[in-house]
């Protein structure tokens, strides 16, 4: 059954460095699937001039080949130590104190697979017409002389291994476009049909515990549950992916075949980078999570090992908290001088020297931090109680209480720094000269983030 067809969209995404490494130098290779060893090396099956198993450290560098005649074509490596492979031409296996047997037989080997309890499962074709996934007897994590095998005869190869946490174990036939799912211990649970032109190969476990199946010829990753629900998410036409990992990241890499690029998508199904191999070939393999948590792929055409690593993300964008302290005034405002005539209409004064025109005052004020200081100017007039509010005379009633009220005469802008601040100020307002009398000027400050202090009032006569 089909839940849903999603075209996989690419959207941005970060970087990567991929290197490659020559998986045999000076000779023809062809390294397929690649496999990590819990020894800290890479494991691959090599059918290229010298076939067998190639080993390769993470620095890049090549270990002694183990020959197979037999052209392996996928490996694996049990916590033992112990390496298994399936060959066209039988099976091979390596013991953890490096004893090598390889064994001829019927069967032409398509795929191998540890389950999470490290038995070992391998499937392929046997003779010219029977499909087969078999499993040690007993069960174990290597080759032992007894097996037991499941076949039909239909004459198709597995393509793809796989099994979840949960004991079932998925067997991808490419040649009939289906996949096979056993249930534990090992036994036959359905048969998933797929539309025809699929071609299923590489499958890795999602970590919810469904199968991810890289579809070569629809160019799609088919998502199928235990259920047997589907659900395809389609690549860019001609991606062909071959081989499918979960990466330590959460997300799934795709040897993207057909384009000669490594994929990225996420669990949701949504393709998220494309990254080209930097041989520029197309042609790619196996792909699989290194003991160095870097993604390492097989790129046979270019006879080279690939490591990728995505590049870092950047530093988090650090948002600062929002600032809710409001500037304060250390202590009073004051004008000084407190009395003082209007600038350049004081009377002048003699001097020895020359005579001058004097006048003026400087507001004097101190922030705890910088900020916008506004000063409203208001000389007091006569008023009378209307309510709570005192208003010119003629707009109450005559027999109200007096009352002083203040009349706004012009504001003056400042830019307070933090600490001591000095401002002159001539006495006049927008270039008029505030007659003589009493004033009062309301300061208030505020902070770049628009914190506003409390009021404070500074008081001020001009003289004639």
């Known amino acids: 059954m089909i839940l849903g067809l999603v075209l996989a969209l690419a959207v941005p995404a970060r970087a990567a460095t991929i290197t490659e490494f020559d998986a045999n130098p000076g000779a023809f290779s062809f390294p397929l699937s690649i496999a990590s060893g819990p020894e800290g090396n890479l494991w691959w099956a090599e059918a290229g001039a010298e076939p067998g198993i190639g080993r390769m450290s993470t620095s890049g560098e090549r270990l002694p080949l183990i020959h197979d005649s037999n052209i392996p074509i996928d490996v694996v490596v049990a916590p033992s130590g ?3 492979w399936v060959s066209e031409g039988g099976i091979g296996s390596r013991s953890p104190t490096g004893l090598v047997t390889v064994t001829e037989s019927l069967l032409r080997g398509g795929a191998i697979a540890l389950t999470p309890g490290n038995q070992l499962r391998w499937g392929g074709g046997e003779s ?13 994590d290597h080759f032992v002389a007894e097996r037991n095998c499941f076949g039909e005869k239909n004459g198709h190869l597995v393509t793809g291994l796989a099994a979840s946490p949960a004991g079932v174990l998925w067997a991808s036939i490419e040649g009939s476009d289906r996949v096979l799912q056993f249930g534990p211990p090992f036994s036959l649970a359905g048969s998933i049909e797929l539309p025809a032109g699929s071609g299923p190969v590489g499958i890795a476990i999602g970590p919810e515990g469904s199968a991810w199946v890289a579809m070569w010829n629809a160019s799609a990753v088919d998502r199928l549950t235990p259920s047997g629900m589907r ?5 860019p036409a001609g991606s062909q992916p071959e081989d499918i990992a979960l990466g330590p990241d959460g997300a799934f890499w795709i040897t993207e075949s057909g384009t000669g690029k490594i994929g990225r998508m996420t669990t949701a199904g949504v393709l998220t980078g494309e990254y080209p191999v930097p041989s520029g070939m197309t042609g790619q393999v196996g792909i699989t999570v290194g003991p160095d948590n870097a993604l390492w792929f097989t790129d046979p055409e270019a006879g080279k090992i690939g490591r990728l690593v ?12 929002p600032d809710t302290v409001a500037p304060r005034f250390l202590g009073s405002p004051l004008f000084s001088p407190r009395r003082f005539a209007v600038k ?14 004097v006048g003026g005052s400087t507001l004097k004020f101190t922030l705890s931090e ?3 200081v506004t000063a409203t100017v208001a000389k007091p007039a006569p008023g009378r109680r209307a309510g709570k509010k005192c208003v010119a005379p003629g707009k109450a009633k005559p027999s109200a209480a007096k009352c002083t009220r203040y009349v706004n005469k012009g504001t003056l802008s400042l830019n307070g720094k933090q600490g001591s601040n000095m401002a002159p100020f001539s006495g006049k307002l927008k270039g008029k000269a505030l007659p003589p009398g009493p004033y009062r000027a309301i300061l208030i400050a505020r902070d770049g983030a628009g914190n506003a202090s409390q009021p404070r009032t500074a008081a001020f006569t001009i003289v004639p």
Request: charged share 20%; hydrophobic share 35%; net charge positive.
């Open 310 to 321: 995505p590049d870092p993300p950047p530093p988090p964008l650090v948002v600062p908290p």
């Open 370 to 372: 910088a900020g916008k």
């Open 231 to 235: 659900t395809r998410f389609l690549l």
């Open 82 to 84: 112990w390496a298994s």
């Open 128 to 140: 010219v017409s029977a499909t087969v996934v078999c499993r040690p007897e007993p069960d174990g």
């Open 344 to 357: 350049g209409q004081a009377k002048a004064r003699a001097s020895r020297v020359a005579k001058k025109s």
